[in-house]
């Protein structure tokens, strides 16, 4: 979900979708936790700004999930969009594409905007982290010393960091080293190589 989001956040999508699980009669008939066709050709459609009905969405498959506490469903799905070809020096290439209602999204722009969405989500988790690592010296009397950031986890939560933040929105493990003075804790960032201008680093 956090890279649903993410490309939410960048694509301008919203994903509240609470519409599409209303006034269907055909769940009616089934268990709370199954998912209609009805239901999951709305989510899809309003997804990708589809004014139903339509053909532009099709459900060829619905299976259950076991993932997680939450049930889940897989939807097998046909959606139609139109793309932007671009012919220049390295051959043809899509270059933008668009479905429903919703404005052309430039396909070479799309990875840097996710990449600044989640450079911000990862400094927030971090900042957590750091204003809990914060309160832990203020109790103990020490940053908490280790090299290992899932010792720092331990250590904090639950009574210090309300949340387990182990990884950055790349789904990466942070760096951690800590002393009892100081601390620095840094994620690799998009590229995933230490030192380099994209990491991202709080200290203290």
Partial sequence: MGRLSSLAQATQIDLQQDDCNRNDESTRA???SDLSIKVARCLIAHLFSVSLPSDAVRIKEISALALGTQPSALAVSLLQADFRLTNDSHGWRASEFHTGSRDWINLE???N???SIKQTQTTQE???IAVALEAFRKARGS?????KHSVVIDHLHPHFLARVIRVD???HP???QGER???TLRSLGPDVKENTPDDIVVSR
């Fill in 174 to 176: 942070f760096r951690y």
């Fill in 126 to 128: 971090m900042n957590s």
């Fill in 109 to 111: 722009s799309l990875p």
């Fill in 143 to 147: 940053f908490v010393i280790s090299e």
């Fill in 30 to 32: 089934q268990a709370p």
């Fill in 113 to 115: 905007s996710v990449d």
């Fill in 181 to 183: 003075d100081h601390f």
């Fill in 169 to 171: 929105s790349w789904h």
